[in-house]
T-cell receptor, first 110, second 111 residues
Framework: RKEVEQDPGPFNVPEGATVAFNCTYSNSASQSFFWYRQDCRKEPKLLMSVYSSGNEDGRFTAQLNRASQYISLLIRDSKLSDSATYLCVVNTGGGNKLTFGTGTQLKVEL | EPEVTQTPSHQVTQMGQEVILRCVPISNHLYFYWYRQILGQKVEFLVSFYNNEISEKSEIFDDQFSVERPDGSNFTLKIRSTKLEDSAMYFC?????????FGPGTRLLVL
């Protein structure tokens, strides 16, 4: 089983749509969880941390289910500028290395 | 907003040559990392560095790789004898609290 697993997509959605991405992780000892965004040939950029209670940042909502080892990201009212690859990222262990999923590609269209 | 910088942005080298990739982490960050991303693949952890020593390294980070913090600002990754399969984007990252900030990367091409 992959350490962090995501549907690669692509998800093609119209502007204004709501889209959800899911991610599962295999290591139950994982401590911190993040969603990063990566534009083509650019560096990953932190979108938001994910907390057990769920958290929201504007149009973005992240959820964590530790029992199921499952993380989600919901994007409401999609914009063209949301087109990117969304990376599910897990921090495991004291060294705080990040383990990345392969990413889910989102294309928002007119 | 503070940022991580990396030089060079692109490097082309011949197989067997040594390369040094340079990074300037964010000034008040204490944890430093190197990651790589082979074209079309996921981002992979190479090494973490804290308190002037390696705190963790991956299987990829073999004897051909080394890291150094030669002064108070720079953080370098050296590949002693490059192989074709070392061709990738190399990202430096630094962290203070949770969540790492990544540099723009160095695209390394080994011919």
């Amino acid at each position: 089983r992959k350490e962090v697993e995501q549907d690669p997509g692509p998800f093609n959605v119209p502007e204004g749509a709501t889209v959800a991405f899911n991610c599962t992780y295999s290591n139950s000892a994982s401590q911190s969880f993040f969603w990063y965004r990566q534009d083509c040939r650019k560096e990953p950029k932190l979108l938001m941390s994910v907390y057990s209670s769920g958290n929201e940042d504007g149009r973005f909502t992240a959820q964590l289910n530790r029992a199921s080892q499952y993380i989600s990201l919901l994007i409401r009212d999609s914009k063209l500028s949301d087109s990117a690859t969304y990376l599910c990222v897990v921090n495991t262990g004291g060294g705080n290395k990040l383990t990345f999923g392969t990413g889910t590609q989102l294309k928002v269209e007119l | 907003e503070p940022e991580v910088t990396q030089t060079p942005s692109h490097q082309v080298t011949q197989m067997g040559q040594e390369v040094i990739l340079r990074c300037v982490p964010i000034s008040n960050h204490l944890y430093f990392y190197w990651y790589r991303q082979i074209l079309g693949q996921k981002v992979e952890f190479l090494v973490s560095f804290y308190n002037n020593e390696i705190s963790e390294k991956s299987e990829i980070f073999d004897d051909q790789f080394s890291v150094e913090r030669p002064d108070g600002s720079n953080f370098t990754l050296k590949i002693r004898s490059t192989k074709l399969e070392d061709s990738a984007m190399y990202f430096c990252a630094s962290r203070a609290g949770t969540g790492s900030t990544f540099g723009p990367g160095t695209r390394l091409l080994v011919l």
